[in-house]
């Protein structure tokens, strides 16, 4: 498994950033997207949607009798991206979720102040471990490889045993690991500059 964040905003975003007005209005009426922030946009007001997207991916595999079949299987998450906040870092059920420790605490406090909006863009992988888990037995060999997406960016996850490998990238292994929880991995970095000319 390898994740990795990216950044907070997307190509979807420009395309509702660039929404006629009467299409703005009808969006905002529902409460599905608000145009109410500006960050690093010369104060152009920025979509930010209010909706979570869920993915699902299967397959149908037919296992002949007798025979041994290796099975591998890859595939790029979809990340969650959100505006991460002090109350965000102060919430009981975040600190939780992703092990946040003292020192990531400390690390993204700092952040938070040197951010002049006071705000971080943070970005969230999921990885089902539990449900998941239909093998026989536990993972005989599980291997972990976690990558930042810059040097600035903080990381938090529930992971016995992770170690750094280089400024930006974490590794982890294990032999016979039996997962009790799935696996949330937390990305928070400053927010990217956004500079549009028309």
């Known amino acids: 498994m390898i994740a990795s964040g990216e950044g907070a905003r997307s190509a979807l975003n420009d395309r509702l950033d660039d929404l006629p007005q009467d299409a703005r209005n009808e969006l905002t009426r529902y409460g599905v997207i608000d145009w109410n922030t500006a960050f690093g946009a010369a104060d ?31 595939y790029k998450p979809v990340p969650r991206h959100f505006f991460f906040s002090k109350e965000e870092l102060a919430n009981p059920e975040t600190r939780k979720l992703y092990c946040i420790d003292q020192s990531f605490a400390s690390a993204a406090q700092a952040a938070l102040k040197q951010s002049s909006t006071a705000i971080l863009a943070g970005t969230e992988l999921k990885y089902v471990l539990v449900t998941g888990g239909n093998w026989l037995g536990p993972i005989k060999k599980f291997n972990l490889t976690e990558e930042k997406p810059s040097e600035k960016a903080l990381v938090s996850l529930c992971a016995d045993g992770i170690k750094r490998a280089s400024p930006t990238t974490f590794t982890m292994s294990a032999d016979n690991y039996a997962p009790d929880s799935d696996l949330n991995v937390l990305f928070v970095e400053p927010m990217p500059v956004l500079i549009r000319s028309r």
């Open 44 to 74: 152009k007001p920025l979509a930010s949607t209010h909706w979570d997207r869920h993915i699902t991916y299967y397959w149908f595999q037919t296992f002949p009798a007798g025979r041994t079949i290796e099975v591998t299987h890859h």
